[in-house]
Structure formats: C-alpha cells, structure tokens
C-alpha cells in the first residue's frame, strides 16, 4: 500500500482524486493539500463538496493542510489538482523535493524531460522517469497529465498510428461538458442553457500541440520526448462548450501518410484489437477494453457511454470515409476520468506496476 | 396583395409559415390544407400550436381544408410544410394544375430543373422559372427551400466564392437545434438532456449534395441546374444534434482552389460587405446586414446571435487560418427562419420582385 | 435462487427490472415478454436499449416471449413493465394461473384486495398476500407498485404518522424527472428544454388517492386495505415536469392532526432513526439509510443526491416551520428506484424473506 | 421627453432597463452610471453585453460615469439595477439631492414610507410620493420594485382579493429562471444541468414579507404603507430554481377569509376582466391583458407564455378546487420584465401619467 496526497484537494479535480482514491487497492490517501484558507479544518468542513457520489467516509475528517512539500514528505505519490495560477512553483518544490507529482494542470506539460501522458496511449514516455531514476534513486519528478479533450483525441490514433504509420493531418471539432471547466464558478448556467459557447480559452492550441508530443517518440538516451513537426503533423482543433456535464465528443478527421489507406473494417478491427499497455501490466483502473467501437448510427452518445470501463475507456462510432482527408468518425471519452484526475491515478498504477514509486 | 396558401399547416413548418406571414405586406393568408383529420375544422381547433409567438389572430378561424390544387386554386404561392411522406404526389399536382409551390420538403430538390435556393444566396436560379414562363405564362412550378444545415453553411461561402474562386475542400461540423426535427414527436428530452446525439438521419448526404447545387450554375440556357462535381468540391459534414431549441452552430473549414489566397481581414471584410440581392430588391424580410462577422472571441452563441436581422441574417465568428485547410470558421443561422420557413417567405417575395408570380 | 420473469422487457421500465435483476443474489432472471412484434427475437435484438448502464450479457440472448402465463410458469416472480393500455388482461391471466405478478401498472391500485406498496413504507400490506396462501397456497396474486411521485411523498410520512399520529392536511408540489414519463416517445425535447410543463395526465389524482391507501390499515382479517376518508386526510398535487433525467422533487408541507406539534429537531430526529422493515429482514437492496435527512440549505438536488443508497433511500432537506400547516421539507426521490422498477425488486425481495414467493 | 439615468448599468438589471428605454417614447436615456472600474469608458467598451436582443445603437457610445448624484442631476428619473451591497448609500445621497429613484434593489424594500410596487397591482401606493409631492415639490424620493416571483404571486391576487375580499393563507412553490441571478457568475451551469436547486437564499422571506405590504393599505395620510398582519394573512413560499432562462412559474394555493367561496369559473372570469390601472392611464408599456387565463391543461409554459403582452402580462393556468385551502393555479410571470426593470419602466410611466416627475 502506497501513501497518497493531493494538491488542491478542495477543487474539482482534486474531489475527483479523492473519489478514485477512496477504496483504491494500491493507495492509501493520507494529506490533503489546500490554500491556507481550508488548512486546519477537516476536509468534511473545508470542502463545498459537488460530485454525484458522496463524499467518502475516509477523507472527511482528514485535517487539510498547507500545499508545501514538508507536509507531504511521506506521499510516495502526489496528485495535483492545483489551479495553473498556483502549480508552477509548489510542483516545482514538491519536484525538488524528491516528490512524484502527478500533475492536472498545464504548467509543465511543454518542457521536454516532463512526460505528458494519457496512460492508454503513451506509458512509454514514463521511461524518461525510470531515466531519471537510474541515475538517481532519489529524484523526484513531474509528470503531467494531457488536456481532457486532447486524451480523447489521441487514444483512437495511437493504435492506428501503429499499424497503418503516421497521420499528416487531423482535424477535430469538439463539442466539451462543462464539468471540464471546474466550479468556481465554471460555466455560468445562463450561458449554457439554450446555448453553445464556441470557445474555450487555450483549449485549441492545446489539444493541437500536445497531440504532437504525445504521439511523439523518446529521444535516444530516453531523456526527452521529440515532438512530431508542423510538417509531418497538421492538426485543426476547434472547441465548443455545450450543455453536458461529463463527457466530451469530437468529431475527427485524419489522413494517413501512407496512401495505402486501410478499409473502414481494417480501422475498426485495429481499434477494437487494440489493448492499452497498463491493462497488461495488470493496472486496477485499466479499461478491459480500451477502444469500444459502436456500431449503432447514433453512438457514441455521452449520456450513455461515457461510463464505459469506469470511464476508462474510450468510445468510437460512425466510423467511415472521409470526402476531404481519409477517414471520419465520433470519439467520446470522460473528461474528468481518463481526461484528468482518473488519468493521474492510471499513471500511478503504471509507476508502482514498473517499480518507479 | 398576394394570396397564399400553406400546405402542412398543422406541422412544425406550416406554424412558421403562418406567423411569417401574418401581418406580411405582401401576402395574405387564405388557404390552409392539412390532414383529412383536420379537414372541415376551424385552425385554431385542429393545431397544436407550438410556437414562442402566439397564434395569429387572423389565422385562427380559416377552416382548414385538404390538400387539393382545387382547393387552393386562387393562390398565388403556395408554401408548403408537408412532409416528405406526403409531398411527392400533393406538390406535383398542385404544380400540374399551374400553382406556384414553394417547399420545405426534400422530395424535388434533387431535379435539375427545380430551383434549390437559399434566397439571401443563390436568387439568380430562380430564372429557371422565368425561362419557364416566357415559355408558357401559366405553367406552375416547385421551387425547393435547401436543407437548414446547408442554409447556413453557404450563406458565407457565396461572396467568398465570388470574390476568390473557387472552395475546393470544405468540412463543417454541425451542431444543431431541436426544432429542425419537429415536434411530432421529434427529439425526444431524454435523448437530448444532458446529451449530444451524434448522428441527423440523411443529413451528411444531404448537405453534401445541396452545396454542389446550391453553388452551381444555371445552364446556358436557364433550364438546369449544373452540379459542381466532386472533383470540383469536396464536401464532409459531421452533423450532431445538441440541447439548442433554434439556431443551428457550424463548425467549418475550407480551402481555395486558387492559391493567391486571401488574409483573413480581407475575409472578414468581403463577409461584412455582401449584400444579397433580395435586399437590393428591396424585399420587406430581406437582412440588411447578411453576414454579421462577430469579433468577439465567444461569439456567435445561438441564444444571443439567432434573432439577428430577425433570423434571415447569418452570423459568422472566430474567421482565423486553418492549418489543414485555409481558413476556419463559426457560422451561426437561424434554423427555422433561413433554414426552412423564413427562406420560403423570401423567395416568394423575390418572386415578387421579379414579377414571377 | 428463485426464477424471474419481466413482462414488458422492451419498455423503460421492463429495461430497469433487467438491470436490477443482472447479478441479484436472489432471483435469475430467465423470461422476458414483449409484444408479438419482438416476440422470437433475441432480446439484444429486440430492444432499443436507453439505459446508462450497458445491457447485461446475461439478458442479451434471451428469446423474447409473448406475455402469456404458459410462457413464465416457472417464473416464482414476474415483474411486470407493461403500459396501462395492455396490463389489465395480462395481469390477470397471470395471476389466474397462480403467478405471483408484481406490477408497475396503474390498473389494479385501487382494487381493495390488491396491496399498493412502497416497500420502505408499507410492506405490512403484503399480508394480504400472506392471508391469501394461507388461504389458497397456489394462489396467484397481484401487487402494485405505487405511482412514483407518491412514493416519495409517502416515505418521509409514515415514520412521522407512526411516531406523531395523524396527518389531516398535505400539500405536495412535484417537479418531476423525464425518465418517468418512458421514451416511446417519452416527453418531447422541444417541450422540456429551456421550460416547465405545469401538467402531468392523471398524476395529481394518483397522488391524492394512493397516499390514502398506502398510508391506509389492513381490514381486521387482512383481506383488504381500508383507504384513509377525505376527512380525516386532505391530500392536495400540483405536478410539473422539468428537465432533469432522474429524480422526482417534491415541496411538500404538512399538518398533524394533533395539535401538540414536535419540534422540528424532533422531526429530523424521527426521520433519521426510521429503519425500514425490509432493511430489518436483510433484504438485498433495502436501504441502509432509508430517509437521508439532509442539513445544507441548498440540498437534496437531483443529480447530487437521487442515487444515495443505489436509489432506494430517500432524502429530505429544508425541514422547517410552515405558516400555513406545520411543516414543511423538501423530498427526493429516485423515480425509477424507490419510484418504479427499483420498488418491484425490493417488494419481492421482503415476499421472500417472508415465504410468499 | 423626459430624461432617464441607469445606475448599475453594466449589471443584469441595468441592461435590461438600457433595452427597455431604447426607442421608448417618454424617456431619452442619457445618464449611465457604474463602477469606477467603468467610468470614463464608453458604455459599449464597459459592458459585456448578454441579453438575446442587440444593445442599442443609442446607448453604446454614452460615457459611463460614476454613481454620484451630481452627475445624474438633469434626469428626470433614475433607474436603479445596483447590487444591494452598493445601492443603500447611493440610492439614499440621490434621493437627498432631489432625485426621482426607481430601484430594484431590496435595501429600502422595508421602509414603510418607500412604495413597494408591482406596477400592475399597487400603483396605488405610489399616493406616498404624491403626498411628499404636495408637502415638497423638489423632494426626491425612493420607490422599490418588488422581488421578482412576489410579482408573479401577487398579480393575480389583487383583482380576487377586490372582488372577494382579503386571502388569509397563501403557499406558493416556485420553479424560478436563471435569468433572475445575474450573470456574475449567476447560477453555475453544473448546478442546474440535469437538475434543481431547492433554495434561494432570502427568497422565501422576501416573498412572505412582501406580499403583505404590497397587498396592504396606505395610511390614512398617504404617508405610509399599512403591511397585513400575520394574523390576517399567513404566507408560505418554497423557492427553486430550475434550468429555465426567463419565467418564474408559481404552483400557488390560497384560501379567502370570507367562506362565500366563488366558483372556479367566477374566479377566472374575474382574473380575465382585470384592466390595471396603468393600462386606463394609457401607459405605453402597460398590458392590454394583465392577467392570462389559459384553458389548456398544459399551460403556462415558461417558453411559450412568457413574452405575452412583451412581458407586462402575467399567465394563469390549471384554476381548480384546491383540497386543502380553496383553490390552486399555476402563474406564470416574466422574471425581467414585470418582475424587474420592466416594472421600473412601467412606474415611470405611472408617475409620469400622474405628473409626478
């Protein structure tokens, strides 16, 4: 059993952490991080607690303190769910610390020798922290999670990426739940009721920047990841917020390097085929199935699948030809799971399955 | 003064129609036709009346009749709302019997010789019905109202293509009301709330072939429509219903077959300066500004942005550099209004105009 | 293990009799029945499956059957889903040929001999049940599941009427999930975004009369339920459907009969302590906690608290003084649950702790 | 023309009195007032503009200044949509200079010298201002707009309390509109998708208290309001909020101390000949039809009734025999209009009519 923490516990992700922490086989939480507001009362009483499930039992009365690395010196891992106005130097502590900091927020996801990983597309980035530990047992380090609509983008393409060779160009226009954007205040409801928002801040540069790193390879010596170019990579993002609460869909187009272009039948073998690396590695959170491919002309619908393995698996439907680039089709993950806080506890499962905490 | 007919007079469609046209200056409502079952009943006995604005005053005692040419002769257009279960046969008679028919269904809209117009667009295919009666004075005639999601997508693409050739590649993503689908029962809440649906049965298809029409050109002789090929333009839609009740948001991308291409302000402002030729006629619905270019960032919203111009104006935001295609763009319409009802309402009053009814 | 059977298995509520039923530790479920249209079918063939959780591999493949009794004699249960409009013959067939039919039907609640059960409120009304084996041990019978807005109005009553004697006024205010009015089609999208339907067929007087025959005693020999007069209860509905999926809210206020009124402490205290009896027998889905008495001023919420004990507990908010009878609260409860289906399961999970089935 | 101020013009409140003013006959805005933040900034540059219609051309390029009487010292009416937090003071310094104040704000709600008025059931009590009139022609004065849902309560109240004499219990449920929070943040959008809120803080006393004065006589000097006592007149509000943009719908019930109860069909009758007094004066804004009374079963529905006389008309629906008290309905007020600055406007209007600014 692992001993847990979380920064930022008061927040949205961090009850999210919470959620997935409670219970959990390998992690046992034990310090809640939060501004100095919340420290010294119990979580129970600091928290404006939001989530659909109750509040577990076991993290109501732990006394919530301070987000400075010697409150947490005994985590084996840390969480953050810390806002991008406050990640950047207490990550960097906790880092210097000798921490493992698991980390939501964007601050760290550009540098190179920081791993950005959706755990069922790209675990192999974590070898720059096994890297990192050869050379010292005792480093601590940062690994960040991606952008929740970036997670959904990159997991149908990395198992065709495999097979079929490079994508030159994607576009995805999404259509993103508002529990993505937290709750204080988050989207405001006259906002959304009735109503599209066809814009959300960063959110496009994002989702087209990372999925160059995250499909990106190692460098030689395992010590950075090299992103793919402009040039070998166009990707268009445009960003919408609507009226739902958990689950972002986005319909994407891509166009293979390689002009031997696969059926559509191809495709969907290859996807439903396709078993993430943290599933054989034996990780609890681990969807059974990683890409669910629907056959019914009107899925993925994000009320009804976004659940799929715990949220942990990704949804694909309508998969068909495309008029412009090769290929169309719907992609629906769970922003708050595999899109963020469930993707740092799958993160942890792979660290402690690879002995790297 | 014009007399009118409304063919589907119960529906979704014949209640815009009638609000539409109540209090017009052109046009007086006379004849309605709908059902057997609400054949012989007075309007406001036989409708479920549906709509934010309350029932016209002046429609509410038209005994409704059955949808017969005879019944309907003294019309001088007839609009129709019926569904495509019943068009076919109705619109043809009536056109047979010398009636001018304009509808909302898709049964004719694939006949080369049927004009297929979005009327703040593509006016000039009406001279298929002036070419039609120079030849005969009395020959009826159906012109097709396009598909709401296909309104929207070539409101702005007419001024583009005129000024730089032209789009050889276009995708748009769609993000579409409920009203489009009716109420009979149309979508059902459960469906929608807290929901996308990522799938408009014949939608795709239908927006992909409408544009190549809509963007054509008349034959030398103005009898046919000619279809752009697909070599010409690629067209892929995306079409998703979401929790919207009017106003239908579009996510679209396009390129330019010359490549002299433009800069985005020179976009902008050959959006802002189109003025469609319905206006120019000086038609009573016809929008003074036909394309509102938004420069706010979140922006067009469909609760905030569908009224303009009292639906007949498009609104187009976030006009920025694709990186797959050329450009990238929110366009916003009224679904109801330019999509469907309000078109017909404009083309009849450029028929007007031009002396063709 | 006893055997189970579903009537109606391919509406809303026969879908949630599946789920509840998949891996229940006492029943297996084996028959399903449905119209003649899917009889023959498999049932993941037969159903349009709208459920958020997946449909259990283990009722896919079962061959859907006609909804005669011939076809479930070796069903110990039948839970019957079936619409009013087919209920009343089936229903009575089944019980003819000695079936035990637990039904969410309307049409046999008022019959006096027929208990009418919330099963956290008023399993004592199975006795008539336990008279009639006595009686006749093959004799079929019928119990009623109540209307769902009247079981979350009742549960919070009865500890209240056992501990302070009689309520002689009650007024309740519904705002009523979608999910309760089935999707076939259910209540339409374009009726229920952005809007209220002050108007539910039939469900004011439901819930005027059920309450008087839950909250009702057994006839000195069991045989019958003896319904509470008009005088000595006046019962009074308003009900409004809203946009929520799941969870009926009520605004209920009340008045003792006797005038020596406890404080409203005591009333929270009593609601708090009130353990039902099915949870006494150990029934499987018996709540834990049967009314969750909550103390933040904006609680209960649907979608934060409509799940508390996997839907079969009910919580109660804002208990306070009212000017105009005694009390007043707010209740929720889980309309499919505690509501409909969920009700069936736990009403043949207390015949079985007590030998009835 | 007289002129007109707007203090708190970058609110919720001040940008519906800015769209209710435009084109108005009587009064010419001229003055905004906000925040230091605002002042000296164009109001086009200073608002985030959020209401569905268009701000208007006449009021973008006026200067905003701050909220000091001096600069507000030609108008001839100022219209108040401050925050409570600010507008005690500075509604107080405007009213010592002379001003004509017409405020939203509840901080002088209480004062029984300040009319509380619903423009279409009270303007009586606007003889308070002409009595100050007499005694001080330049005497400025303060007149409160009552809170928004007691608006809707009380309209249909005042015709059946004149015609049958006083009510003496009252309970009213309300399913409130977003729209009535503001936007800054308002209600967030996680809080009401999918669900309810079951409480608005203050609101529940604002309706009890409120109901009393404005249901209340004058002195006999015209120099106060003379509230009801709780012994004449018992109130019982429970207050939510839903996923509605503007409406407040009112399940409301009541009873008349005088036991000779009229019949249902008496009572709508006499709601239905209700001609408010704004209306007789020849009120530009004041309702043809105060009060609505719809036969459908279904009605009124926020969506489909609320903009009935633009907004100034109050909606009554499902009158029946109340088992509980003496009868039930359903009302249905426009949130922004009669229950906000819409009543502003209309009591300009009325002091106007009344020579009294």
């Known amino acids: 059993m692992k001993t847990a923490g979380v920064l930022g516990a008061t927040g949205s992700v961090g009850q999210r952490f919470i959620l997935l922490l409670a219970d959990h086989p390998d992690f046992e939480l034990k310090v809640l991080g939060a501004s100095p507001r919340s420290a010294g009362k119990k979580y129970v009483d600091a928290v404006n607690w939001k989530q659909t499930d109750l509040l577990p039992e076991s993290a109501k009365d732990i006394v919530v303190v301070e987000c400075k690395a010697e409150e947490f010196k005994d985590c084996d891992v840390v969480f953050s769910g810390l806002d991008a106005d406050y990640a950047g130097p207490i990550e960097k502590e906790f880092m210097e610390a000798g921490l493992a900091v698991i980390s939501n927020a964007k601050n760290y996801r550009r540098e190179e020798d920081v791993p950005l990983v959706v755990p069922i597309v790209n675990p192999e980035h974590l070898d720059i922290v096994a890297q990192k530990k050869k050379q010292n047992p005792k480093a601590g380090f940062i690994i960040c999670i991606s952008n929740c609509s970036t997670a959904g983008l990159v997991a149908p393409l990395k198992p065709l990426v495999e097979k079929y060779g490079p994508i030159d160009a994607l576009t995805t226009t999404t259509l993103q739940a508002i529990s993505g954007a937290g709750f204080s ?84 073998k290859t996807l439903s085929d396709y078993v993430c690396d943290a599933y054989k590695l034996g990780c609890h959170s681990a969807p059974k199935q990683t890409i669910h491919v629907l056959e019914q002309n009107d899925r993925p619908q994000p009320r009804l699948d976004r659940n799929r393995d715990n949220g942990y698996g990704v949804s694909v439907g309508r998969v068909r030809a495309d008029p412009v680039l090769d290929f169309k089709m719907v992609v629906l993950s769970h922003n708050t799971i595999i899109g963020a806080a469930g993707s740092g506890i799958l993160i942890a499962e792979i660290l402690l399955a690879k002995n790297l905490i």
Chains 1, 2, 3, 4 share one sequence.
Request: proline share 6%; glycine share 8%; charged share 30%.
């Open 185 to 268: 205040p988050g989207v405001p409801g006259i906002d959304i009721l009735d109503n599209i928002i066809p814009y959300i801040g960063g959110e496009e540069d994002k989702m087209e920047w990372e999925t160059k790193k995250i499909l990106g390879k190692l460098s030689p010596d395992n010590s950075t990841v090299e992103l793919i170019s402009e040039d070998d990579l166009k990707v268009s993002a445009q960003c919408n917020r609507v009226a739902v609460s958990d689950g972002h869909t986005e319909c994407i187009s891509f166009r293979f390097k390689n002009r031997n272009v696969p059926s559509v039948e191809e495709l969907k």
